[in-house]
Nanobody
Framework: QVQLVESGGGLVQPGGSLRLSCAAS????????MGWYRQAPGKQRELVAT???????NYADSVKGRFTIFRDNAKNTVYLQMNRLKPEDTAVYYC????????????????WGQGTQVTVSS
């Protein structure tokens, strides 16, 4: 019923920048929190950043000051601007959204994108 499609991953040198995008589509009534998570090989998935529908943000300590999350509510899209990238930022990045659909207005659910690879290497 809801699809999250990420784009913008790729290979970048240390110190470089990338912008990830995630567009939600489907039977959407409303979206509250949207966010980005990442999973490196052999590690658990971890929170990168979240943003509420009102614009309140939360960041992992490891990305504060380097990454910025923002969203376009009219387009149901969330972005992650990543600057000063480091090799340890290498991971698959997943988009997440807490969505109420028209048939589940009072029972929103978490949805995940398929993931996009970000590799930081020289």
């Amino acid at each position: 019923q809801v699809q999250l499609v990420e784009s913008g991953g790729g290979l970048v040198q240390p110190g470089g920048s990338l912008r990830l995008s995630c567009a939600a589509s489907g039977n959407i009534f409303s979206i509250s929190t949207m966010g980005w998570y990442r999973q490196a090989p052999g590690k658990q998935r971890e929170l990168v950043a979240t943003i509420t529908s009102g614009g309140s943000t939360n960041y992992a300590d490891s990305v504060k000051g380097r990454f910025t999350i923002f969203r376009d509510n009219a387009k149901n899209t969330v972005y992650l601007q990543m600057n000063r990238l480091k090799p340890e930022d290498t991971a698959v990045y997943y988009c997440n959204a807490y969505v109420a659909t028209f048939d589940r207005i009072l029972s929103p659910k978490n949805y995940w994108g398929q993931g996009t690879q970000v590799t930081v290497s020289s």
